[in-house]
């Protein structure tokens, strides 16, 4: 079996420093490689110790030389004395995936709460209060529900969902199944007393493709005519996918389309506006969302203050279709802003305490991949390959709908 250390330039310069390990193909024996004493295998992987302040400037020698970087891993327990490391140690971290994701997920203690309360027997909420979040000018209905749930067990985290069953029965007479709902709120509820949930709504409507007439969805249509005071039946939580890491240090790369905003308030305001004793985020979070017009940007006036508030630590950057012009001269939309910082995206993401989370629209990820897929190009990196090695570690993110 294969099990040199890796030595040399690369490995001679990595005391006191983070060690990632890259995992890469096709790259070949030359005159420059040979001097550089790196790892080569003659044929499939070879495995490279890169400290993290040189991990561009690797990529850069490695895409110059043919190679294909198909994984990149922090080392786990790499000495960071003599710089010298055997290259299996960084394949066993991509094989059990334990290493980034013990340094990235949530704490092995907090437990997720997931279905304690079934459609057979829903928990009954009452609403609070609604308010409109599209102003004047824009497009459609969105509103925000704030749901009091103080009567009983019902518990959630940021990124989890709740179920909505609607008042009223289907065409044949039988109770409406759920929809799903992302958590606007944070695990204390807006009024930071732990007794509410918050959901950001948009009324479905649109033109019967056979009839021409207007449809609007039943259960979005039951909670955005919700008054205070009425009843509201509710299932769950559920959903592992868009949970918050408890690292405070982590770099949280948001994309929203309109209501995939909801899980992001519920991080932004547990970032920056509760002050938690058990959480006191010090990374850095960067929300790039897109909407039709101005007055659609939903949570505008809070957002905007966070940034102003927190500009080292929160990064804002709208994609505005109908107003804005991408480089193209077309219209602005989400993918199109990553594009525009697709080289720094992929930077943050080289640290392994990036979490990347899509949220909103079906659809949106074809044009974040294409952006993504652009700026892992230039150092050799297929986007693919890699973008399933941060499903598997937990740090990409998708929910749409
Ligand atoms: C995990 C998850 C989280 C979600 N979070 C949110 C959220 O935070 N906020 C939010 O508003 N929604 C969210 N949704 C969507 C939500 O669950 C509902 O699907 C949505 O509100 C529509 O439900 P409805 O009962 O109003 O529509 P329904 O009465 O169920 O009608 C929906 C159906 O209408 C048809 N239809 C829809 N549009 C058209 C069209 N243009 N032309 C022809 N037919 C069409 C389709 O057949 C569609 O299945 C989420 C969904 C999931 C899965």
Redesign the pocket.
């Known amino acids: 079996m294969y099990s040199p250390s890796i030595s040399g330039v690369v490995a001679s310069s990595v005391s006191g420093s983070r060690i990632f390990v890259y995992e890469v193909e096709g790259m070949r024996q030359s005159c420059e490689t040979d001097q550089t004493s790196n790892p080569i295998r003659r044929s499939g992987s070879v495995f490279i110790a890169v400290p993290y302040d040189r991990m561009n400037q690797e990529m850069r020698r490695i895409l110059r030389m043919g190679g294909k970087i198909v994984s990149i891993r922090p080392l786990n327990g790499a000495p960071e004395t003599d710089g010298t490391v055997a290259p299996e140690q960084g394949l066993q971290s991509q094989k059990s995936g334990e290493t980034s994701k013990s340094m990235t997920q949530a704490k092995e203690k907090v437990q997720v709460p997931v279905n304690l309360y079934k459609p057979a027997n829903p928990y009954i909420g009452k609403c609070i209060s609604t308010e409109e979040l599209v102003r004047e000018g824009g497009d459609g209905t969105?509103r925000h529900v704030k749901i009091d749930i103080s009567g009983g067990n019902l518990h959630y985290l940021e990124g989890q969902?709740i179920g909505i069953i609607?008042d009223g029965t289907d065409k044949n007479g039988k109770p409406h199944k759920i929809?799903?709902?992302?958590i606007?709120s944070t695990r204390h509820g807006d009024n930071l007393d732990d007794k509410t949930v918050s959901?950001?709504?948009?009324?479905?409507e649109?033109?019967?493709?056979e009839t021409g007439e207007q449809?609007?969805?039943?259960?979005?249509?039951f909670?955005t005519g919700l008054q205070p005071g009425d009843d509201v039946k509710i299932t769950g939580p559920v959903?592992k996918e868009m949970l918050l890491p408890d690292d405070e240090d982590a770099t949280i790369i948001m994309m929203a389309t309109g209501?995939?905003i909801?899980p992001f308030r519920a991080y932004l305001w547990r970032m920056f506006k509760e002050n938690n004793p058990d959480y006191k985020f010090k990374g850095l979070a960067w929300l790039f969302f897109g909407v039709a017009y101005t007055p659609n940007i939903l949570y505008k006036e809070e957002l905007d203050k966070l940034q102003q508030e927190f500009p080292d630590n929160f990064r804002l950057t709208y994609a505005i279709s109908r107003e804005q012009q991408n480089v193209d001269g077309g219209k602005m939309y989400i993918q199109n802003r990553i594009q525009e910082n697709a080289d720094e995206l992929w930077e943050l993401n080289q640290k392994p305490n990036t979490h990347t989370y899509i949220c909103g629209l079906k659809g949106m990820e074809g044009g974040i991949d294409e952006g993504m897929s652009a700026a892992a190009g230039k150092f050799g990196v297929d986007w693919a390959g890699y973008q399933k090695h941060l499903k598997k570690d937990h740090r990409w993110h998708v929910?749409t709908?």
């Open positions: 969105v969902s609607p929809r799903l709902y992302s606007a959901v950001s709504v948009r009324k479905l649109y033109k019967s493709p449809v609007f969805g039943v259960c979005s249509t909670l959903g209501t995939g909801a929910e709908y």
